[in-house]
T-cell receptor, first 113, second 115 residues
């Protein structure tokens, strides 16, 4: 089955620790995205990548980092510099950008205490 | 800068009645517009999109949306609501002319369809 996988589903970390969220797609899509979802605030774009070895900051990139070394993988690291990291994180991909719709993974709920 | 507004946090309709979920957008250039739906504790699913051409677009599960350039709106509609349509709906925009790679989502509208 083609799709996007995110792991783990739930993640717990102590404050001050970096944590990496996994996102893999087997749809052969060029573009990949990371969003953060908080109650009442919709989805906010953290980073996006339109092609391998290239990525751009979204609206809320501070405290996050990404890499795109392989077409199918786009891991997100939540660093200790992110002041409010507890949230639901969604990864998505699209064939290209522009008019192509996004396909979303099931999400990772990160709790930092 | 691009933005999306979904003016209603919550929409309640009775099963069998028509439903409308509102969306307005702002872009510098021309828009690509999308609707997505999120069922509880799940990722988002694509419903429909406007790229070019006919202003009325049809999508999954009987939903449709009308692009209105003069009112900068892209309202989601369905002639007859089902209880199973209850979910969180997001409108999204991309600006074709300035940055087609970046999507901006609205804050979402919770649709509740009552039997």
């Amino acid at each position: 089955d083609g799709g996007i996988t995110q792991s783990p589903k739930y993640l717990f970390r102590k404050e001050g620790q970096n944590v990496t969220l996994s996102c893999e797609q087997n749809l052969n899509h060029d573009a990949m995205y990371w969003y953060r979802q908080d109650p009442g605030q919709g989805l906010r774009l953290i980073y996006y990548s339109q092609i391998v070895n290239d990525f751009q900051k979204g609206d809320i990139a501070e405290g996050y980092s990404v890499s795109r070394e392989k077409k199918e993988s786009f891991p997100l690291t939540v660093t200790s510099a992110q002041k409010n990291p507890t949230a639901f994180y969604l990864c998505a991909s699209s064939l290209r950008t522009g008019g192509d719709e996004q396909y979303f993974g099931p999400g990772t709920r990160l709790t930092v205490t | 800068a691009q933005s999306v507004a979904q003016p209603e946090d919550q929409v309640n309709v009775a099963e069998g009645n028509p439903l409308t979920v509102k969306c307005t957008y702002s872009v510098s250039g021309n828009p690509y517009l999308f609707w997505y739906v999120q069922y509880p504790n799940r990722g988002l699913q694509f419903l429909l999109k406007y790229i070019t051409g006919d202003n009325l677009v049809k999508g999954s599960y009987g939903f449709e949306a009308e692009f209105n350039k003069s009112q900068t709106s892209f309202h989601l509609k369905k002639p007859s609501a089902l209880v199973s349509d209850s979910a969180l709906y997001f409108c999204a925009v991309r600006d074709i002319d300035t940055n087609a790679g970046k999507s901006t989502f609205g804050d979402g509208t919770t649709l509740t369809v009552k039997p």
